[in-house]
Structure formats: structure tokens, C-alpha cells
């Protein structure tokens, strides 16, 4: 398809935004077809990145149309563009649209991609198995990474919240706490723990506020640490984690850094925005302001330039 003048350009996931959101969703369609933008369906994984990076080339914006993992392969196709990145949230758990005050709601999205307030933030480069990439939500291996590749093998059919308590219920039976070696920014700690989630958002998994006063744009990332603990106690604790609440739980520990490398015995899966892309050890590093962002109108000023990649 031409993307020749092209001011939107929306890449979506053919296989979201169906079942009750249809309507939304073609109500949106049109409102973006009235503003000039075109459309570019997935066809495999990996296609986002390559259809992002082609888009990119243009300037202009960007709009990631499904869930998380869509999102983040279209910013790995456009970092070091110039091109603004947008997101309609048509996923499971879209947490980076939760953290832009979007949420899941479509019309708002739509406004904000054609007449939102761009603003620069931080994005987080990750190592593993010999793979890298870049996330702009939460990493981490251990517990989470485990529900989380659960979920990816069947639970789709619940959404959000509902797929991930779902999930923590069926993997807590068989997860054990590992050893785990974590060091931040030179600081190497090693503990028995449940997990360790690298943060540069608040929430994932639908709304789980793990790390709440994580924020995109101050050039760190928060470390959650959740010690080992027993099954009963941590199904206590669990639900304080939707309001933020567990972070005062004495097996809980946060800390922030720029660069931080997480080794464990036995190796876990390590989880990047949703997706399992290895196992550990693994390395993230937060790169400061390194892509623009649609805000809804009125939010924060733009930053003069991104961090070169």
C-alpha cells in the first residue's frame, strides 16, 4: 500500500479489537479514515516491526492499533525516527495506555492520535539468549513471567485482570521461589525471591499496579523485588497489587536504576511487555527519551529531542 503523504498511518492487529468492541472499533476506523490516516494489517509476528519501520520512514504518526505486543513491536520498528508513536488500546492488558491516561477507551484514543501532545519518554533495551530489544513497559523474570507466558497459552479468551488472576492461581501451585542475583547500577544484592520486575511504567497485566510511582520520562527504572514467600501468603497479599498497596509488604523491595542484570538459579523465563523472549540471566537498560508519544491534548510539553540510539 502507497504510505506516500500518509500524516496517520495505523498498523493494526487484524485479530484485535473484535467480539463487543467491534462497534467501538469501527466507529474509530472512520473517524481515522475522516483524518487522513491508512491502515496496514499484520499478518505474522514480527510484521508490525517491519510495516513500523517502513511507516517511520515517512514521519508523521504511527498508531499501533492491539494489545502490548503490537505496541512494542511497532516501536522497536520506529525508534531512532522521527516519526510519533500513538496507540489505541484494542488488547488484553494495555498497560502503556493506562499510563497515558487513555485506558482502554477508543474515542479518547482517537483524538489523542490525531490532536494529542507529544512528549518524549524513556523506553528500556533488554538482553537475553542472545536476542535484544527494546520494551516501554515492564520486564522482569520469575513468577510474572511464568503467568504471563500461561496466559499466552490459553487464556485468551478471558481479557485484562480476569486472564491474570486466572492464571496466578493455576501457576502459584507449581512455582517455586529461585535464587536470584540482582544487581543495580553496580549494586549487586542476592536473595531467594518470587520475582524481580523491571519497571518503566506503573501496571501490567491488565491493571496490576506492581510498580506504582514508576514514571516514563525520568530516566530510571524501578526494581520490584518480591522475596520468597508461601503460597497462602502470597495469595493474602496478592490483590493489594491492583491499588499499589503491596509495595509497603516487608517481602517487598523497590529500588531504581539505569542499567540492572538478572541472573537466577534455577534460569526463568524473562518477560518483555507481555511476551517471553528468553531466559535468564538478562540485562535491562532504560534509554532516556527515546521516542515521542501522543498524550492526550493538554499533557505534558514536549521535550526538544531524543536520546540518539
Known sequence: ???????????????????????????????????????????????????ATKAAELGG???????????????????GSAATLAVLPLGTGNDFARSIALGTDLSLA???????????????HWSCDGRQGYG????????????????NQGYRWLRGTQAYVAAVVESLYRY??????????????????MLCSVAN??????????????????GLLDVVVV????????????PRVFNGTHTTHPKVHITRGRSITIDSTPPLPVLVDGEIVGMS???????????RVMLPAGGKDSVPRPAVL
Not at 23 to 36: D, I, K, S, T, V
Not at 201 to 218: K, L, W
Not at 227 to 238: D, N
Request: glycine letters at 12%; proline letters at 6%.
Open 110 to 124: 482517537v483524538t489523542t492520535a490525531i490532536e494529542g501532545t507529544p512528549h518524549y519518554v524513556d523506553v528500556y
Open 227 to 238: 522475596r520468597g514467600t508461601g503460597r497462602v501468603e502470597f495469595l493474602r497479599a496478592f
Open 176 to 193: 517455586r521461589p529461585a535464587s536470584l542475583c540482582i544487581d543495580v547500577d553496580g549494586v549487586r544484592e542476592e536473595t531467594t525471591a
Open 61 to 79: 504518526t504511527v498508531v499501533a492499533a492491539g494489545g502490548d505486543g503490537t505496541l512494542c513491536e511497532v516501536l522497536n520498528g520506529m525508534l
Open 1 to 51: 500500500m502507497d504510505l506516500v503523504n500518509a500524516p496517520i498511518t495505523v498498523i493494526q492487529n487484524p485479530a484485535s479489537g473484535r467480539g463487543k468492541r467491534k462497534p467501538e472499533w469501527e466507529a474509530a476506523r472512520e473517524r481515522l479514515r475522516a483524518a487522513g490516516a491508512i491502515f496496514l494489517d499484520t499478518e505474522a509476528p514480527g510484521h508490525a516491526q517491519a510495516l
Open 136 to 151: 516501554l513497559n515492564v520486564g522482569g523474570c520469575g513468577f510474572d513471567a511464568v503467568v504471563a507466558d500461561r496466559i
Open 281 to 291: 540471566p538478562v540485562t535491562f537498560e532504560v534509554v532516556p527519551q527515546a521516542i
Open 201 to 218: 511504567t506503573p501496571s501490567y497485566g491488565g491493571g496490576m499496579r506492581v510498580a506504582p510511582d514508576a514514571r516514563i520520562d525520568d
